[in-house]
């Protein structure tokens, strides 16, 4: 069971490890150990998280979401497979956490009028400094 908040905990039928060959450095040990870790989620079929925060972690997961709808985080910074599995876990709670947050709502403003007056003065004031740049226009 990975609890997320007081409302969502995942089941452990919702969670499926794979575990493969982590690249990088760890001498010979990398070559034989399958320490790094794939933890796939089955979100969409989840009846633990609501459809909005179903909908929200879709757009966090980005390339993690799959077609099938599952989020596949993949953790292989440690030689350990336990740390691994760890950190997968971790980061998935994090980003079902991230994802129940709804987002506040966007109100609209205007610029006072006073701000507007203002604006314009300076880009009055700004045009009458590159006016006075110019060289004198020749008598004629």
Do not use: C, Y
Not at 2 to 10: K, P, S, T, Y
Not at 43 to 59: I, M, T, Y
Not at 69 to 77: K, L, P, S, T
Not at 90 to 100: F, G, P, Q, S
Request: proline share 7%.
């Amino acid at each position: 069971m990975l609890r997320i908040d007081d409302q969502i905990a995942i089941a452990d039928w919702e969670l499926t490890e794979h575990f493969v060959r982590a690249g990088g450095p760890g001498g010979q040990n990398v070559n034989k150990v399958a320490t790094a870790v794939e933890l796939r989620f089955e979100a969409e079929r989840s009846p633990h998280l609501p459809p909005d925060v179903k909908a929200r972690l879709r757009r966090l997961a980005g390339r993690r979401w799959t077609a099938d709808g599952a989020v596949i985080i993949r953790a292989d910074a440690h030689r350990s497979q336990a740390r691994n599995r760890e950190e997968a876990r971790e980061r998935l709670a994090e980003l079902i956490e991230k994802a129940t947050h709804r987002p506040k709502r966007r109100v609209p403003t205007k610029p006072t009028k006073g701000s507007i007056r203002r604006r314009l003065a300076a880009k009055t004031r700004h045009g009458e400094v590159k006016s006075l740049r110019k060289p004198p226009e020749p008598d004629a």
